[in-house]
C-alpha cells in the first residue's frame, strides 16, 4: 500500500500515546506514512511524530473554541478532494476521533470501520479484527472498494515504536468553510485533577465494581492504586450508578488497559467488562463468589470478602515502605 | 396554546410562541435491538446480527428519551418525537418509549435496510428528520449492539448541523443548547446554536419507568410508518451493498487460561503480596 495518514491528537506539542500507536501499525502496512493533527504546538509534536515514522504532518492548527470534528473533518476531506489523498486514514476511538472519523466519513460519503483492534494485510487490502459479542468472537472485516478506507481503532491494539526517522515536515493546512457545522463553541474547560498515571497508560490499574457495595468504599481501589503507583478503575456498574465518572470505566464501552498488573475488586467478569482487561500481563480478582467469572482468567484469584482482604493488604503494603 | 405543528412535515422553523417561551421540538433517534440479555447470534450466510424476533429499546436510548422530556418540560412547551430505524417494521421499543410519555415516532421500515452500516443509517435518520425539522436531535453517544458512536455525527454532517457528543448534562439558552461534554481530563462547557445534534452518555438523568396510564396513552399515540421510496433515498446506498464492507470470517477468540485460587481464611492478602513480589511490583 502506498500510504496511510494517521489522526494524530497531540497536547502542547506531545503526541497522544493513541497516535504514536497509530503511527507504528501504519509503517507495517505502507510505504508513506503522514499524520493530521490540530492544535497549539503540532511543530513541536512533529519532532517526535517524525521519529515514530511520520514523514509530514498537516497542521489544522489551533482551532480556538471550535470543536475538532467538523474543522479537522473538512480539512481532511478537502485534502482527500484535492487529490494525494491516502489510502488508508487511521484514527484513535477517542472522544475527538469518533467526532473527526464521522464527519469525514460523510462529507466523502465513505464508510468507516470502527472498534478495529487488529489490522492484517489480506490479498484484498488491510483486514480489520473487532471484538464481537463481548469479546467472545473475533470477527474480521475489509471494505469493499470505497477509498479512503478509514479504520477507527481503539487505544492500545498496537504498540508505538520509534522508527529512527527525523522530525516530520509540518504542512499547513487551510481550513475550509465548515458553514453551521462549526457552531458549537468551547466556552470553558474544567479538567479534573488527576494524581497518578493515565488509567490507559498506568503499569497498574485497581478497578472496583458493584460489589464494594456503596460509592465511598470506592476510597479503598484509590487508596490500593496509589499505593501500587497505578490508576484506579472500574465497572460500568458503578460508572452507571454515578459513584465515579465515566473517565473510569473499563470495557467494551469504556477504556482498553494492558497494565502489567490488573486488580479487579468486586467484580464479576462480565464479558464487556474482561474484554477492556484481559490484555493485561498479570491478574488479580477478589470475589465473594467462587463461580464468579472473572475468576476464568485470573492468575490469582482470592475468594473472599473486599472489605475484609483490601483493608489488610492495603497494610501489608504500608508498612513494608 | 401552541398547535402541534411538528409531527406534520413543514418547512423551515414554525415560530411557535407560547406566553415567552418558544415550543421546545426535539426528535429522539431511538434503536430497537435484540434483547441483550437473550442468545445474540450472526447470520452465517450474511453475517449480519440476526434482528428476527422482538425487539427492545436499547437502554443507551433511555436516556436520550428521558432527557428530551426534561427539556421540552423545561422549555414549557413542544413535542418529542422519536425515530428509529429497523429492517423488520417492529414497533414494540417504539412503545416503550412513547409509554415514557413521547409524543410521536416515526419508524423508517425496508427490507433493503437490511445490513445497512452507520453512514447508511445516518442517511436514512437524516431523511426522516428534514421532513419535520426539530429545534433539537438527541442520541446515545453509543448504541448497545452496533456501538460505532459515529452514526449521530454522520447525522450531523448530513444535516448541516453543529453536533455535541458525550454530553453529561444539557440545558436550553436562548436558542442554543448548553452542555457539559465529557473529556480525557473532565468537561468542557460547550454552547450549540440550535438546530443541533447531542449525544447523551448513559446515567446523566434517571430514565422514567412507562406507568400504566403510559402504556395506555401509548397504544393510540401516531406512530407513522415511512418506506426508504417515502423518503425518496437511493436504495443502492443503503443495506448490505450501500456499507461498502463485508466480513470475512468469525471465530471463537483466543480463551486466557485462569491461575491459582485461594479462599480467602484471614491470610489472602499475604499471597497477594507474594504474588506482586513475585512480578515485582513490590
Ligand atoms: C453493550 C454493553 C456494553 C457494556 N460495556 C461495559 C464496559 O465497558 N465495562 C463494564 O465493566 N461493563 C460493561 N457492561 C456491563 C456488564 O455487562 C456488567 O453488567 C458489568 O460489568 C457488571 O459490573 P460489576 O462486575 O461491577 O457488577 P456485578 O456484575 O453486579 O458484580 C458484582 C460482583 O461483586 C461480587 N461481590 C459482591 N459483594 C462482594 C464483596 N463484599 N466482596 C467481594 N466481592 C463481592 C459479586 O459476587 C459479583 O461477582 C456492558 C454491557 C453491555 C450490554
Ligand atoms: N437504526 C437506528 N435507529 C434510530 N437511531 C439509531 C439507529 N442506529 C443508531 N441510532 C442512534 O445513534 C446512536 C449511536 O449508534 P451507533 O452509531 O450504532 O453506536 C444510537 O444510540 C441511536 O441514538
Given amino acids: 500500500m502506498e500510504k496511510i495518514w494517521v489522526l494524530a491528537e497531540q497536547s502542547r506539542g506531545e503526541p497522544s500515546s493513541t497516535a504514536l500507536e497509530l503511527l507504528a501499525a501504519a509503517g507495517g502496512h505502507a510505504s508513506v506514512v503522514e499524520a493530521v493533527s490540530w492544535g497549539e504546538g503540532v511543530a513541536q509534536a512533529a519532532q517526535v511524530l517524525g521519529e515514530h515514522g511520520a514523514s509530514k504532518v498537516y497542521d489544522c492548527r489551533g482551532l480556538g473554541s471550535s470543536l475538532p470534528g467538523p474543522r479537522v473533518g473538512a480539512a481532511i476531506a478537502s485534502l482527500v478532494e484535492a487529490g494525494g489523498g491516502p489510502d488508508c486514514i487511521f484514527v484513535g476511538q477517542t472522544y475527538d476521533g469518533r467526532d473527526v472519523a464521522g464527519r469525514v466519513s460523510a462529507r466523502l460519503d465513505v464508510p468507516l470501520l470502527t472498534n478495529v483492534v487488529g489490522l492484517s494485510s489480506g490479498d484484498e487490502g488491510l483486514v480489520s479484527e473487532h471484538a464481537a459479542f463481548g469479546g467472545s468472537k473475533v470477527v474480521r472485516a475489509r471494505f469493499t472498494g470505497a477509498k479512503p478506507e478509514v479504520f477507527v481503532v481503539r487505544a492500545k491494539t498496537f504498540t508505538a515504536a520509534a522508527t529512527g526517522g527525523s522530525a516530520a515536515e509540518v504542512v499547513p493546512v487551510e481550513l475550509p468553510d465548515t458553514g453551521a457545522t462549526d457552531g458549537a463553541k468551547v466556552v470553558g474547560r474544567h479538567e479534573e485533577e488527576q494524581e497518578g498515571p493515565k488509567l490507559d497508560e498506568a503499569d497498574v490499574v485497581v478497578s472496583g465494581g458493584r460489589g464494594l457495595g456503596a460509592a465511598e468504599n470506592y476510597a479503598l481501589v484509590e487508596e490500593l492504586a496509589k499505593l501500587l503507583k497505578g490508576a484506579p478503575g472500574a465497572s460500568r456498574a458503578i460508572v452507571d450508578a454515578g459513584w465515579v465518572p465515566y473517565s473510569h470505566q473499563v470495557g467494551q464501552t469504556g477504556k482498553t488497559v494492558k497494565p502489567s498488573l490488573y486488580i479487579a475488586c468486586g467484580i464479576s467478569g462480565a464479558t464487556q467488562h474482561m474484554v477492556g482487561m484481559k490484555g493485561a500481563k498479570n491478574i488479580i480478582a477478589v470475589n465473594k463468589d467462587e463461580s464468579a467469572p472473572i475468576f476464568s482468567i485470573a492468575d490469582l484469584g482470592i475468594v473472599g470478602d473486599v472489605h475484609k482482604v483490601l483493608p489488610k493488604l492495603i497494610d501489608a503494603i504500608r508498612a513494608r515502605s | ?282
Wanted: glycine share 10%.
Fill in chain 2, 1 to 282: 396554546m401552541c398547535p402541534k405543528l411538528s409531527f406534520l412535515p413543514r418547512v423551515g422553523q414554525v415560530p411557535c410562541i407560547s406566553g415567552t417561551i418558544r415550543d421546545m421540538n426535539v426528535a429522539v433517534c431511538v434503536k430497537q435491538i435484540p434483547d441483550p440479555a437473550g442468545e445474540l447470534s450472526l447470520d452465517p450466510s450474511t453475517h449480519n446480527l440476526v434482528r428476527e424476533g422482538k425487539l427492545v429499546l436499547d437502554d443507551s436510548d433511555s436516556y436520550g428519551v428521558e432527557m428530551a422530556l426534561q427539556l421540552v418540560e423545561s422549555a414549557g412547551g413542544g413535542d418529542v418525537t422519536l425515530v428509529s430505524m429497523a429492517p423488520n417494521g417492529e414497533t414494540s421499543g417504539l412503545r416503550t418509549a412513547l409509554a415514557m410519555g413521547a409524543t410521536a415516532a416515526v419508524l423508517i421500515s425496508d427490507a433493503a435496510l437490511a445490513g445497512s452500516d452507520a453512514l447508511g443509517t445516518a442517511r436514512v435518520l437524516a431523511a426522516a428528520i428534514r421532513r419535520f425539522q426539530p429545534d433539537l436531535v438527541l442520541a446515545a453517544t453509543e448504541s448497545t449492539d452496533g456501538y460505532t458512536g459515529t452514526t449521530p455525527v454522520q447525522l450531523a454532517e448530513l444535516l448541516g448541523w453543529p453536533s455535541v457528543t458525550f454530553a453529561k448534562h444539557v440545558e436550553l439558552g436562548e436558542g442554543l443548547v448548553k452542555v457539559r461534554r465529557q473529556t480525557e481530563a473532565g468537561y468542557d462547557e460547550v454552547e450549540c446554536p440550535l438546530p443541533a445534534v447531542v449525544t447523551v452518555t448513559a446515567g446523566v438523568v434517571e430514565p422514567r419507568y412507562p406507568s400504566f396510564k403510559g402504556i395506555m396513552a401509548a397504544r393510540s399515540k401516531p406512530l407513522d410508518e415511512l418506506t426508504i421510496a417515502d423518503l425518496g433515498i437511493d436504495p443502492s446506498q443503503l443495506g448490505a451493498a450501500g456499507a461498502r464492507q463485508e466480513v470475512v470470517s468469525v471465530e471463537d477468540a483466543a480463551a486466557r487460561q485462569s491461575g491459582e485460587i485461594v479462599v480467602d481464611e484471614g491470610d489472602a492478602h499475604e499471597r497477594v503480596v507474594a504474588f506482586l513480589e513475585r512480578i515485582k511490583v513490590l
